[in-house]
């Protein structure tokens, strides 16, 4: 069997990341059993509350992607395959830069590849992720913590009513509690320099994960182990607009 931990350990290096609700959590899991909640809340299999790592790097997508176009770079258009770097990349001379090469990327003729800064880091139909982003995952005792159901009505966006018999209920993280979400985003051996500048500048624009956010769930605070990036990979990232 594959160990991912040992597949991790050739990594470049390690974000440790904790995430600190100051509200109430709610990261459904459409038809799981074992609840009263018409969407109960994610856990693990040893009952520990996390959040998915695939909405965490989803999130960290998106937000990479407005900083690099508000610095300049063309970036493509995720997630549909036929708008991203693996199809536009061979037509647009956009992103025919030198520095959207990929290194050992090549079509059969010999032609190179070339992705724009998002999908070298995330990764595209034709090009691997770079990146691995954990689960995070709540390490206080399941047991200690309350089953919190929090009720709701489907409202009739035309009549602006609710709507009969569309009662249900979420469940939540308890309130106020300061829950701390551990976890890492591991950087591979070929990940950009640029990469960790850019996660951690979309980590600041991230104030809340899971359902709900409107109504002030899941709003959390980041704590990061190492802000350090090397002054280069902010001038770098700065001469997007450069041909």
Same mark, same amino acid.
């Given at each position: 069997?594959?160990?991912?931990r040992? +597949?991790?350990?050739? #990594?470049?290096?390690?974000?440790?990341?904790?995430?600190?609700?100051d509200?109430?959590?709610?990261?459904?899991a459409?038809?799981?059993?074992?609840? !009263?909640?018409d969407?109960?809340?994610?856990?693990?299999?040893?009952?520990?509350? !996390?959040?998915?790592?695939?909405?965490l790097? @989803?999130?960290?997508?998106?937000?990479?992607e407005?900083?690099a176009?508000?610095?300049?770079w *063309?970036?493509?258009e995720?997630?549909?395959?036929? %708008?991203?770097?693996?199809?536009?990349?061979?037509?647009? *001379?956009?992103?025919?830069?030198e520095?959207y %090469?990929?290194?050992?990327?090549?079509?059969?003729?010999?032609? #190179?590849?070339h992705?724009c +800064?998002?999908?070298?880091?995330?990764?595209?139909?034709?090009?691997?992720?770079?990146?691995?982003v954990?689960?995070?995952?709540?390490?206080? %005792? *399941?047991?200690t913590?309350?089953?919190v159901?929090? *009720?709701?009505?489907t409202?009739?966006?035309?009549?602006?009513?609710?709507e009969?018999?569309?009662?249900?209920?979420?469940?939540?993280?308890p309130?106020n509690?300061?829950?701390?979400?551990?976890?890492?985003?591991? +950087?591979? +051996?070929?990940c950009?320099?640029?990469?960790?500048?850019?996660? !951690?500048?979309?980590?600041?624009?991230?104030h809340?994960? @899971?359902?709900?956010?409107?109504?002030?769930?899941?709003?959390?605070?980041?704590?990061?182990?190492?802000?350090?990036?090397?002054?280069?990979a902010?001038e770098y990232?700065? @001469? @997007?607009?450069?041909?």
């Amino acid at each position: 069997m594959v160990q991912l931990r040992e +597949l991790l350990q050739t #990594s470049q290096n390690s974000l440790s990341l904790t995430a600190l609700i100051d509200s109430a959590l709610c990261v459904g899991a459409g038809g799981s059993t074992g609840s !009263l909640a018409d969407k109960p809340i994610i856990r693990a299999a040893d009952g520990h509350l !996390l959040i998915p790592g695939s909405q965490l790097k @989803g999130r960290l997508r998106h937000e990479c992607e407005k900083l690099a176009r508000g610095l300049g770079w *063309p970036i493509c258009e995720s997630p549909v395959p036929a %708008t991203m770097c693996s199809q536009i990349g061979l037509s647009d *001379p956009a992103f025919q830069r030198e520095d959207y %090469t990929v290194r050992h990327q090549v079509f059969a003729d010999g032609r #190179s590849q070339h992705h724009c +800064l998002m999908c070298q880091i995330f990764g595209n139909p034709a090009l691997p992720s770079r990146i691995v982003v954990d689960d995070l995952v709540c390490q206080v %005792t *399941p047991d200690t913590l309350p089953e919190v159901l929090r *009720p709701g009505v489907t409202i009739n966006r035309r009549r602006r009513t609710a709507e009969d018999q569309k009662l249900y209920f979420l469940e939540t993280s308890p309130v106020n509690v300061q829950l701390p979400f551990e976890g890492h985003i591991h +950087l591979e +051996l070929d990940c950009p320099d640029y990469a960790k500048a850019l996660i !951690l500048a979309a980590l600041q624009h991230i104030h809340a994960l @899971g359902g709900s956010k409107s109504a002030g769930l899941g709003w959390l605070t980041w704590n990061i182990d190492d802000k350090t990036v090397e002054a280069s990979a902010w001038e770098y990232l700065a @001469g @997007g607009n450069a041909a």
